[in-house]
């Protein structure tokens, strides 16, 4: 049997509205004869006649009737979702993509949003958060237009500079925070005494930001005494066990601003010491290599280079 086409549905269409075989050959842009072999297939894949041919002007039999109002109801279904894919598709091309990682998604990227918008101007935006990896992965396989992530020396990504270029954005501070006493002191210090184990939330093996953690007490000049009782790949569920007093934990500046302004949180160590320094970088596939070739984000590119 053969599949149904749409054309023979719209073929069938104009010859009821016609009623003549020669006047739809001539609206369908076919000869004759080929436009009345697709409606021959068509009535072979009903099988039933659909057209009465023993009258003039041609008429349709009941069962060409029964179909006759079914494809109108379909092709007006297919042409108002034809329609509606092309509105998103023009609307999409307003909304500009971002792959972050977690860390970044929750409390840099509303503040860095914010001052987008008022030098840059109105910004449509869909944020999509995962961890280091799997934002990578967004952007290499085209599912992104931009990917905004920290970097440091020792842990580089592996992102080809022949495809892909980067934007810095600036640096920021990771280090130890914990739960401030009624004193406004830490709970928890850095370094611990000697023979006493400090409560640590650590981030899970493989996060990003652990990490960097790793490196931080390798490069410590003393034992930290560090005791792990929790851990997790989000900084915010880190914040959020912390600001509980379960223990301390190494935190993005950005992420505890409000929690320091208020005295919730304090520095777990004296200034500068057992913390480290990230660079936030934005990336994007090469222009001449992108698959994602919107307006909006080519702009927003721009602005960011400009204003760096």
Known sequence: MPRVETK?????VSLAETRSFSRS???RHVTQPAFSRRIQALEAWAGVDLVDRSSYPTRLTAAGATLLAQAVELLG???????????????DQDMIEFAVPHSLAFSFFPHWL?????GFGAIKCRLNAANVHDAMLQLSEGNCDLLLVYHHASQP??????????????????APYAKADPQGEPMFRLPGRQGQKIPFLSYAAGAYLGRLVELIVKEAD???NLDAIYETDMAEGLKAMALEGHGFAFLPASSVQKELAS????????????????????????PELSRRQKPASLALWDYLTSNA
């Open 157 to 174: 990504l592996q992102l080809d500079p022949e495809r892909y270029q980067m934007a810095s954005l600036g640096h920021e501070t990771l």
């Open 25 to 27: 050959a001539q609206l």
């Open 8 to 12: 023979w549905l719209e073929d069938f």
């Open 114 to 118: 914010m001052g987008l918008r008022r």
């Open 77 to 91: 279904n297919l042409q108002a979702t034809r329609n509606m894919l092309r509105s998103h598709q023009a609307s």
């Open 222 to 224: 003393c034992a930290l």
């Open 263 to 286: 005295g919730r949180l304090v520095p777990a160590a004296a200034p500068g010491q057992f913390s480290v320094s990230m660079e936030l970088r934005i990336y994007r596939e090469r």
